[in-house]
C-alpha cells in the first residue's frame, strides 16, 4: 500500500483544514488508518484513527470536538478534517494504515505510511 498524504497549509488560529491521505491498491477497506503527528523536538503521536469498517474510531483528547476523522472507500481515501486550530497543533501530519482490526491506536501496529505534510497555525 502506498499512502499519499495532501492537504496541508498555513492558517489563522480558529480556522479549518482538511487533509487528505489517497491510498493505491485494491485493499483499502481492510486496512485501519490514522493520521499521526510530529513536532518539532517532540514524537510523533496519534491523533486520531478509524477502523477498516468506519465503525470504530478514536481521538487523542486533545482534539476531540474539533477533529473529524472519515474514508470514502470509493476514492480509496480517508480525510482529516480539522476546525478550530490552534498554534499547538502545528505540526508535520502524516497518514498511516494498519492491517490489525478496529481503531488501531499503537505506532507500532502501523504498517505504512504516508509523506507527511506540514500544517502551520499561527496565532
Known amino acids: 500500500v502506498q499512502l499519499q498524504a495532501s492537504g496541508g497549509g498555513l492558517v489563522q488560529a480558529g480556522g479549518s483544514l482538511r487533509l487528505s491521505c489517497t491510498a493505491s491498491?485494491?485493499?483499502?477497506?481492510?486496512?485501519?488508518m490514522g493520521w499521526f503527528r510530529q513536532a518539532p523536538g517532540k514524537e510523533r503521536e496519534l491523533v486520531t484513527a478509524?477502523?477498516?469498517?468506519?465503525?470504530?474510531?478514536y481521538y487523542a483528547d486533545s482534539v476531540k470536538g474539533r477533529f473529524t476523522i472519515s474514508r470514502v472507500y470509493a476514492k480509496n481515501t480517508v480525510y482529516l478534517q480539522m476546525n478550530s486550530l490552534r498554534p499547538e497543533d502545528t505540526a508535520v501530519y502524516y497518514c498511516?494504515?494498519?492491517?490489525?482490526?478496529?481503531?488501531?491506536?499503537?505506532?507500532?501496529?502501523?504498517?505504512?505510511w504516508g509523506q507527511g505534510t506540514q500544517v502551520t497555525v499561527s496565532s
Open positions: 491498491g485494491r485493499t483499502f477497506s481492510s486496512y485501519a
Open positions: 498511516a494504515a494498519s492491517r490489525y482490526s478496529g481503531s488501531v491506536t499503537r505506532i507500532y501496529e502501523y504498517d505504512y
Open positions: 478509524i477502523s477498516w469498517s468506519g465503525g470504530s474510531t
